[in-house]
């Protein structure tokens, strides 16, 4: 039986774009960073799942261009952006349709300064935005999309999570991981964490025994 766990949500905060694994799946999005400043209508959207590394491609941005970052997972204020510097909207949330038409003429504001803006969300979300104008404006940035990843991926987001931790693991662990864990960025990024957590708890090296331990696959 494949186990597909869910657990708590784990937060890597290393986003150096040495530290940014580019694979089939998320070279468009790579690359879309790269092309700045030549994106269209000054803006770009990087559309992908929970966990993709939409906020560490932002991120990357960020500091290439000397952007601010305004996270809507966090609650703060449209009027707190300024449209005076380049600024991303990370995690764009299903916002009202008053508040995505005060952020239409805050994005309006912002090009006419010359400036750019970057927007990361998701499908579901990009698809429940109600105000026409904003939608016919994301369609025409340049975009990118992040697809769910494959192995090689899946092995690169492993190999960082143990690393950041400072935990050596065993490759033949990496491998028997792979072969058993959910082909979603949420789901690998959870169950690493449930698995670091155990093995604090217990005192106990991760190896295929103390997974086998722990989770039904």
Avoid: C
Avoid at 139 to 160: C, G, H, M, R, Y
């Amino acid at each position: 039986m494949t186990g597909q766990l869910i657990f708590n949500l784990i937060n890597i905060q290393n986003f150096n774009s040495e530290d940014f694994y580019v694979s089939d799946n998320n070279l468009e999005a790579s690359e879309l960073i790269k092309l700045w400043p030549n994106w269209f209508n000054g803006g770009a959207v990087i559309i992908g799942p929970e966990k993709s590394g939409k906020s560490h491609l932002a991120n990357i941005w960020k500091e290439k261009s000397n952007a601010k970052i305004y996270d809507l997972n966090v609650k703060f204020s449209l009027s707190e952006i300024s449209t005076e510097e380049n600024f991303v909207v990370d995690n764009f949330n299903n916002l009202s349709e008053f508040d995505e038409e005060i952020f239409f003429h805050i994005y309006n504001r912002t090009v006419s300064n010359k400036k750019n803006v970057l927007i990361t969300l998701d499908k579901t979300k990009f698809k429940n935005i109600k105000l026409k104008d904003l939608k016919s404006r994301f369609n025409s940035f340049s975009s990118a999309t992040i697809e769910p990843p494959d192995d090689s991926l899946v092995n690169a987001l492993i190999v960082k999570f143990f690393q950041d931790q400072q935990i050596n693991i065993d490759p033949s662990v990496i491998s028997f991981i792979i072969k058993r864990i959910e082909r979603d960025f949420g789901a690998i990024s959870r169950f690493l964490k449930r698995i670091d957590d155990l093995s604090l708890e217990n005192k106990s090296k991760i190896s295929i025994s103390f997974l086998n331990k722990f989770f039904d696959f």
